[in-house]
């Protein structure tokens, strides 16, 4: 078997498989013929990058962001990169409209409704198909280059990043959510929302009601006790625990370590002052942003706390997976969170590759 008929069954592997199974789907036999050709300094890069190209346009397109966007010259570049590939330009960079106008997937005059169906329909499954391709291509080159499959996973989103990291990709794009943003005006707060007033205009109340999948009247016995702005502060927040109410979803979130700005984000607000006691931040969002928020999550951005109790953002925040990087001292230690906690990037060990490769 040559190389390229190996890597193409790596490629064939389930999108649902983490890195690990990927490379279980290869014989022994198989991973050393991969490893006879010699190769260059570049560990054969464009080798590797047209065999990811094969069988999909997708594929195809998504290869050329990411080497474009990270310039990618070396399969080392690559596995250096794919986390971030994974974790913030298909999250929060990915133009995807222009996605799929380049692989023809849809028309160029296609309205902004149509559009935003969908995008609604098939954002979740293109990103998955990204975390999936990385996965693939980084176990290719190791088995091309010879570095062990458990110095590669250590750098690499865990097992649920194909289910994680598309729902961090569509709350990206659909945060703070309609309730929050309902909030933010109700409290005179400068937010992203640039219709107008639903609480002076019935069909844009109608709109994010919409959203919410519930009625006005519904969104305004939600915020009838809301009172002024207490507090704000902005920083990076973990997901600690989604739960569900009545119309709502409850997120309650704990600062990452050292994660909480010095200033106030918004003057004349007085910056949160935590102590061992409290507050505890807990925001509301409609169920629908509820169902695809997770534990462990990251969420990097401004948040005020109303005198009544309730928290809200006024502007998306940037969203993470959690699977990247380094968690807290002492989480994930257990095997069951064992796949959340991963090295840095900077910990792929090179010197473990085969010599005579």
Known sequence: M?????????????????????AGELDD?????????????????????????????????????????????????????????????????????????????????????????YEEQNLKDDVALGVSLMNQMATTIAFKIGIPMGEVSKTMPGGGAIRTIPKCAVLARRLPGALCTCRAIKANLENDYTGKNPFEDEEAAAKLAEKMDCSWEDIQMVLGRDDEVKSCFAGRMRVSFVGKADLVSIVSLTAVPDGISSESPRPGVPLTQFTDEGPDVLVEVEQSIGDLLEEDMILDGDFYELVNGPWLMCSAPKVQSGLVGEKEDGEGEDEEEGDSKRLSVSQIDLSMADPEL
């Not at 974790?87 to 380049?102: A, G, I, Q, W």
Request: proline content about 2%; overall charge negative; some cysteine.
């Open 2 to 22: 040559t190389a390229g008929c190996c890597a193409e069954k790596v490629c064939a592997a389930s999108m649902d498989q983490p890195i690990e199974e990927v």
């Open 29 to 117: 036999e198989q991973i050393e013929k991969f490893g006879d050709e010699e190769v260059d300094e570049t560990y054969d890069w464009e080798a590797v990058k047209d065999t990811m190209r094969l069988h999909d346009i997708r594929r195809s397109v998504m290869m050329t962001l990411f080497s474009e966007r990270y310039n990618i010259t070396s399969s080392v570049d690559a596995l250096i990169n794919a986390p971030l590939f994974m974790d913030e330009f298909l999250v929060s960079e990915f133009n995807y409209r222009e996605f799929v106008h380049t692989t023809g997937l849809c028309e160029d005059d296609m309205t902004e409704e149509e559009f935003e169906i």
